[in-house]
């Protein structure tokens, strides 16, 4: 039970940390998409 609740601790701390860096590679790799996306388009329409 101690692990446990040590475990849930931890998640406590390191959970939020944790979605904040992917939230950031996430926002980082959406805009790379929307770059090359855009991209994509203009070198379809010319």
Do not use: F, N, Y
Request: proline share 2%; glycine share 10%.
């Amino acid at each position: 039970m101690k692990l446990q609740k040590v475990k849930l601790a931890m998640w406590v701390v390191v959970g939020p940390i944790l979605v904040k860096k992917i939230e950031g590679k996430a926002t980082k790799v959406t805009g790379v998409l929307e770059v090359t996306g855009g991209l994509d388009k203009r070198l379809w329409h010319s």
